[in-house]
């Protein structure tokens, strides 16, 4: 019998809790039941966000988020700077089009983080509604100084929002909306919040939900004003996904014993146990700039197809993680270890990744990465 391991990038393994809530029998979201549940889950949102404002919650994917951001704050014809360092930066950029929003792009190296000084230097060249980043680009492994770019928004552009896809980096790394000036951030439950896909969450400053106000791009389902009336009151304008958010308040419990503090040093551990097993096995990280905690992108070793590493330890060893996207498909592999993962987690992997290696005709010494990862979980 083979047990199968999730370390993707997402989804990612939901807590037996978690599970245990979203089978319970459903009740109706017309009622008290709901509106007391959904007031305890608000408050966890905003304990998670570390903010003192409403947490739109959304049934939806991650992308859900995104796109209501792009159809709340901004409008047919105006322009927004998109920083474009992976698949999901390229995303932003598909959006605005939809949407008829003006896009200009910071292209960033594949594997690199944006530079501050050519952000400025964009940011003086033309007059932008928004900025649009990643916090953490999920398709390879790199995070951009979230932080370093509000304040250069606010030196250059201060009437510039910021809007942050946090998919990956909300509940993996410290984020502080609040205290570092952001405007609008996105994540989804399928990644730290350790649920399976179908919320997304999205929080505005009050910039931003006076932007929303002048907004002329067509808004309905996604329409965060008429959402924010309705959740004021513990109350969604929409059929909310009354399962997963039972779930949700679960594992926004479980997250508040753990603490944040624990669950960042915890990321940070389980991102350099698993960096290091790599490395000792002679395997160059494709990251090269600031590297996410919530996965390591790794080169794939020459003379190996690069889609054989995920298929491969996914038959044989019922691991599954993920290979590149895009231009990247054949050049990289990716071990996710966010939300619901601990250090035997990575031993799991390094050890299904060494054997399919192995197999595939890599060279190298044998258990030198599990011996790595444990000194690395044991320091």
């Known amino acids: 019998m083979k047990k199968n391991h999730l370390l993707a990038p997402g989804p990612t393994p939901v807590p037996q809790p978690v599970l245990e809530a979203m089978a319970k029998p459903l009740f109706h979201h017309?009622?008290?039941?709901?509106?007391?549940?959904?007031?305890?889950?608000?408050?966890?949102?905003?304990?998670l966000y570390q903010v003192n404002s409403d947490v739109i919650s959304l049934a939806s994917s991650g992308t859900g988020g995104m796109e209501a951001c792009v159809s709340n704050l901004l409008s047919v014809g105006e322009k927004a700077l998109v920083v474009e360092g992976g698949k999901f930066g390229e995303r932003w950029s598909e959006?605005?089009?939809a949407y008829g929003v003006i896009t200009d792009v910071l292209t960033v190296t594949p594997g690199h983080s944006v530079n501050i000084t050519d952000l400025e230097a964009k940011l003086i060249?033309?007059?932008?509604?928004?900025?649009?980043?990643?916090?953490?680009?999920?398709?390879?492994?790199?995070?951009?100084?979230?932080?370093g770019v509000s304040q250069a928004i606010k030196k250059v552009s201060p009437d510039t929002l910021l809007v942050v896809d946090a998919i990956t980096?909300?509940?993996?790394?410290?984020?502080?909306?609040?205290?570092?000036?952001?405007?609008?951030?996105?994540?989804?439950?399928?990644?730290?919040?350790m649920l399976p896909p179908g919320l997304a969450f999205v929080w505005?400053?009050?910039?931003?939900?006076?932007?929303?106000?002048?907004?002329?791009?067509?808004?309905?389902?996604?329409?965060?004003?008429?959402?924010?009336?309705?959740?004021?009151k513990n109350t969604t304008a929409w059929t909310p996904a009354i399962s997963l958010m039972m779930g949700l308040k679960v594992a926004l419990s479980i997250m508040q014993e753990e603490g944040l503090e624990n669950i960042y040093k915890r990321h940070a551990k389980l991102s350099t146990s698993t960096?290091?097993?790599?490395?000792?096995?002679?395997?160059?990280?494709?990251t090269k700039d600031l590297i996410a905690e919530c996965l390591t992108a790794v080169e794939v070793p020459q003379g190996i197809n690069g889609k054989d590493i995920p298929k491969k330890m996914q038959s044989d060893c019922g691991v599954t993680i993920a290979g590149g996207q895009g231009e990247l498909?054949?050049?990289i592999f990716r071990i996710g270890h966010l939300g619901y993962v601990d250090g035997d987690d990575v031993l799991v992997a390094v050890s299904a990744l060494e054997k399919t290696l192995l197999e595939l005709g890599c060279?190298?010494?044998?258990?030198?990465?599990?011996?790595?990862?444990q000194r690395s979980l044991l320091a």
């Open 275 to 286: 960096r290091e097993a790599i490395e000792s096995m002679g395997l160059n990280i494709f």
């Open 204 to 232: 505005l400053s009050e910039n931003a939900w006076k932007r929303t106000e002048k907004s002329n791009c067509p808004s309905y389902y996604f329409n965060l004003e008429i959402e924010r009336k309705s959740q004021k």
């Open 30 to 47: 017309r009622t008290s039941e709901f509106e007391s549940h959904f007031a305890d889950i608000r408050d966890g949102l905003e304990w």
């Open 329 to 331: 498909s054949d050049k």
């Open 169 to 193: 980096a909300l509940g993996v790394y410290d984020v502080q909306p609040e205290n570092w000036g952001l405007d609008a951030v996105v994540t989804g439950s399928q990644k730290a919040l």
């Open 95 to 97: 959006i605005c089009r």
């Open 125 to 147: 060249e033309g007059k932008f509604s928004a900025v649009l980043i990643q916090a953490s680009e999920t398709s390879t492994g790199s995070k951009h100084d979230i932080e």
């Open 363 to 373: 060279k190298f010494e044998k258990s030198v990465g599990i011996a790595a990862a």
